[in-house]
């Protein structure tokens, strides 16, 4: 791949200011900090979290705010049209959030989608990881089977994606199949299918691809949690004659359940912004569309800055229950602990 340094010099020099500014400031920053002469603990602090404060509002608070705002005007951002956006969300067809049977009797629109997204993929990476967890804890070659399936977590979902549609891919009955799955269809006998194209299944092969991402990362988690269990409890419940069944049960599941919470959690808050997965393989297309793939078409594509803002702030909203409940969880185990 060929490099032109002089096109790109402007653009490396911008670089080169900004690194110099940055260990300017972080200099200046440590040399006031180190002279300063009462309360130093308390003025290091404010001076080390200060960096971060501002970095925190300049790429997160004030975009926020600035998204908010963008929600309540119009397409060009000239005009406040109040709720508008959110009301047109909701119930003009053309938006694509709500079923239309009477156009497409296969597309769930855009929030069902969505909605099964945020059921499957943490119930079943959950379940998946959780079997994995226990099969595999303290066998014969633990290690290697855990980085087996903890090795999707390694890939981006944009290579994800591509891996998954190679998998997925179709030519025409009679062709050549280069896709694993059409590859073994005709192999058992059946006709070559468009696993991508038709609806409403093309959601479920798309959810596939997360779900095959997060197991590894519940496998771990969860597997730490069941190493954490006392031996003392295991050994109780052997010597009372319970099978491997109850065992799980009674002694597994209640004793790992924070951990589960904190898994399904953690997969459902980075479900709910699934964008790159779909954009990969469908564009979004045939019914697939989930809300972080139609904020950026508004945003982006439609030019449509009010609409794409408002999904935004749906998406906002949705997530928003869930990291308040993870936080209250977190919190009520502080407490518990430290007692």
Do not use: C, H
Request: aromatic share 12%; charged share 15%; proline share 4%.
């Amino acid at each position: 791949m060929d490099f032109d340094f002089t096109a790109e010099s402007p653009k490396l020099m911008m670089l080169l200011y900004g690194v110099v500014a940055f260990a300017a400031v972080v200099g200046l920053l440590l040399l006031v900090l180190d002279v300063l002469p009462s309360r130093k603990d308390r003025w290091v602090a404010l001076g080390l979290l200060f960096p971060a404060g501002a970095l925190l509002t300049v790429g997160l608070i004030v975009p926020a705010v600035r998204t908010l705002i963008l929600s309540f005007m119009n397409a060009d951002s000239t005009k406040f049209v109040g709720f508008d956006n959110f009301v047109w969300m909701f119930t003009d067809k053309t938006s694509g959030m709500l079923p239309d049977f009477s156009s497409d009797p296969v597309s769930y629109g855009v929030l069902l989608s969505t909605v099964m997204w945020v059921l499957l993929v943490p119930s079943v990476s959950t379940a998946i990881g959780l079997v994995y967890a226990v099969l595999v804890d303290r066998a014969r070659l633990e290690s290697f089977a855990k980085s087996l399936i903890f090795m999707p977590m390694a890939i981006s979902f944009v290579g994800a994606g591509i891996i998954w549609k190679f998998i997925y891919a179709y030519r025409q009955e009679g062709e050549d199949q280069i896709g694993l799955l059409n590859q073994v269809v005709v192999a058992l006998g059946g006709t070559p299918q468009q696993w991508l194209l038709d609806g409403p299944w093309n959601t479920l092969f798309l959810i596939a691809v997360l779900v095959w991402i997060q197991a590894g990362f519940a496998m771990v988690i969860l597997s730490a949690a069941i190493k954490a269990i006392p031996a003392d409890i295991v050994e109780a419940a052997r010597i009372d004659g319970v099978t491997p069944w109850q065992m799980f049960w009674r002694v597994t599941i209640p004793s790992i359940r924070p951990a589960l919470v904190v898994v399904m959690v953690t997969i459902s808050i980075g479900t709910l912004k699934v964008f790159d997965i779909v954009r990969t393989m469908t564009g979004g297309q045939f019914g697939t569309s989930v809300v972080a793939n139609e904020m950026y078409n508004y945003s982006f594509r439609f030019d449509e800055k009010g609409k794409g803002a408002a999904l935004a702030v749906l998406l906002f909203v949705l997530v928003a229950p869930i990291v308040i409940y993870q936080i209250r969880v977190m919190r009520r185990r502080r407490l518990e602990g430290s007692r």
